[in-house]
T-cell receptor, first 113, second 108 residues
Framework: GAGVSQSPRYKVAKRGQDVALRCDPI?????LFWYQQALGQGPEFLTY????????KSGLPSDRFFAERPEGSVSTLKIQRTQQEDSAVYLCASSDRGDTEAFFGQGTRLTVV | SQQGEEDPQALSIQEGENATMNCSYK?????LQWYRQNSGRGLVHLIL?????REKHSGRLRVTLDTSKKSSSLLITASRAADTASYFCATDDYKLSFGAGTTVTVRA
């Protein structure tokens, strides 16, 4: 596609519910990143994929967060048993290499009620 | 943890004026990037400056990098209302590390 696409754009989840956020990166991009952005803050790194390999998941805040990219293209960020503190915008980005310009999606705004 | 820290946190200027914001970082870098984020939108890449470069221009944007001081600056010249946004610097050790950003408001 023309850019990074994320879905859904908005998600309201009841506390304790599981959610899955999808990212379609730019075709051919090797690197894929997930970030969490709280209101008024900069994006915080969550995890990084190079093709299908998850090379860094050091930013995932707890074991309730899980990300996958099984075929090296589309990625899913899953949050189990959502908590109110998980409310944030989740941004996905891709790049053709890890050290070049990253292209960001519009993000998914998650609100846990 | 966030490596880049922008300063000031907020900036309000009149249309036509220049806007300058700074970024400080902690560890050695390969390159430094600046991004813009309009309210409720994703981040848009503005400019990348490599560690062996001292200054780079792109349209109305001018970025400087001082690796000895571990700092960078972004200058927006002749600002427009459309420049109203948050600006972030990001250091690049394959995973971009962002600061909290500078919120720029350009008054018409």
């Amino acid at each position: 596609g023309a850019g990074v696409s994320q879905s859904p754009r908005y998600k309201v989840a009841k506390r304790g519910q599981d959610v899955a956020l999808r990212c379609d990166p730019i075709s051919g991009h090797v690197s894929l990143f997930w970030y969490q952005q709280a209101l008024g803050q900069g994006p915080e790194f969550l995890t990084y994929f190079q093709n299908e390999a998850q090379l860094d998941k050091s930013g995932l805040p707890s074991d309730r967060f899980f990300a996958e990219r099984p075929e090296g293209s589309v990625s899913t960020l899953k949050i189990q048993r959502t908590q109110q503190e998980d409310s944030a915008v989740y941004l996905c980005a891709s790049s053709d290499r890890g050290d070049t310009e990253a292209f960001f999606g519009q993000g998914t705004r998650l609100t846990v009620v | 943890s966030q490596q880049g820290e922008e300063d000031p946190q907020a900036l309000s200027i009149q249309e036509g004026e220049n806007a300058t914001m700074n970024c400080s970082y902690k560890t050695s870098i390969n390159n430094l990037q600046w991004y813009r984020q309009n309210s409720g939108r994703g981040l848009v890449h503005l400019i990348l400056i490599r560690s062996n470069e001292r200054e780079k221009h792109s349209g109305r944007l001018r970025v400087t990098l001082d690796t000895s001081k571990k700092s960078s600056s972004l200058l927006i010249t002749a600002s427009r209302a459309a420049d109203t946004a948050s600006y972030f610097c990001a250091t690049d050790d394959y995973k971009l590390s962002f600061g909290a950003g500078t919120t720029v408001t350009v008054r018409a």
